[in-house]
């Protein structure tokens, strides 16, 4: 079985969106989450979707798939405090439910563009590496500095690489070093930096780089603006 591990627990600080959490904003009357959903809804290979999501606006979220049929929800669960937090609630909550040899896809609720393609790249790469995570090749130098004042070093850029999502992977094996992260007291950014913090292996896909989070006002305005190029290039044949 492949599950989506929607990540929708963020609260959208960075939006200066009072009103409603980030995932929860309207692009063209149809909320930011539900655009995420329904790639993974419409996907012949994906079987199970499980959603992390604000506590306090689960309610609305169940509301929101009924609305849109989104039917392959099994699970609408709530977040935790960081998102480290809210991934190991979603893992533990797939546990009676998942088989070791199961894939599951970690994916930002947040990051609406996400195309059928990368979505089948990750479940390939997982069946024949293990691990999935999901990249694009850095654009622009990376600069390292401890102080934020003093550049340490410039690595070269044509390694350099940005994660992105979905991170996906066997679901015994993810689920087991949350499950050691939590013991342990570790706490990390996304699964690839859990991973890399404990030395595993780890393979890339190549992500489309319209393959954007929304964290901010001006990602929003480039989410517009990507959505209306889309559907002008179906309108007019481009």
Known sequence: MNTALIFAGGTGQRMNSRAKPKQF??????????????????????DNIVVVCLDGWIGE???????????????????????????????????????ADDIVLIHDGVRPLITAELISANILKVKECGTAITVEPAKESILYSESGDLINSVPNRSHMYVAKAPQSFYYAMIWEWYQRARKEGVLSIDSAHLLSLYGVEMHT?????NNIKITSPADYYVLRALYEAMENQQIIGI
């Open 25 to 46: 904003l309207e692009l063209h009357g149809k909320p930011i989450i539900i655009y995420t959903l329904e790639h993974f809804e419409e996907h012949p290979e994906i």
């Open 61 to 99: 979220l169940e509301s929101l798939l009924r609305r849109y049929e989104i039917r392959k929800v099994s699970q609408v669960i709530p977040g935790g405090d960081t998102g480290h937090e809210s991934i190991y609630n979603g893992l533990q909550a797939m546990e009676g439910n998942s088989r």
């Open 205 to 209: 896909v190549k992500s489309p780089s």
